[in-house]
């Protein structure tokens, strides 16, 4: 394949992510394959969509760090296995939060103390469980201002949660831009040297 931008800072003897997983059904049949498609860490087709695009803007040109590309394979999986599903739980979460309403982010915390006088069963005193019965029931509850309420959201929503994520993958790329290999030059006689 022709590339109309050569290599301005020498030879790397490695491909890069998109020369390994060139597209979206290569990296999911090759991901479905490893064995770390599974239960409980198993991710829906959609997220490892998003995956693999995510993947393919911050490194797609990006040199592995291995010479080996199966292992690189792996890592790239064993990642996506170990965080993959934190992730997409995190991101769902992050879903619900930017859709909160006015209503909902005053909505404080509510306690509920209850006081039993005349139990229907003996209780005793080395027991965690709460009474069945009460006499006496003292609430409070509490609301937010707006301003506190939405001081809380930005607090929530400050950080999007796949910034953490996508960065885990940093360390299997070379990020320092140098060659590998010596760069070669043309010398006059058209020689290289």
Known sequence: MFNPYPNLYGNFPNRTFADIFPDLEVFTGMYKDSGLYVDPNKMEDKSISIIYYLLYA???NSVIASYDENQ??????STIF??????EKRLEIQGKLRTLEEKELIVGSKRINNKSLNP???PTTDTLDEL???NEQITDGWKKSKLEGYANLMALVD??????FIGKFKKLF???VEP??????KTEEGALE
């Open 58 to 60: 911050r490194y797609g």
């Open 159 to 164: 950080t999007d949660v796949t910034e953490d």
């Open 120 to 122: 229907s069963i003996a």
């Open 72 to 77: 690189f394979m792996y890592k790239v999986f």
């Open 180 to 185: 590998n290999l010596p760069l070669w030059y």
């Open 82 to 87: 170990m965080y993959g599903p934190t992730w």
């Open 174 to 176: 070379i990020v320092v």
């Open 132 to 134: 069945t019965t009460i």
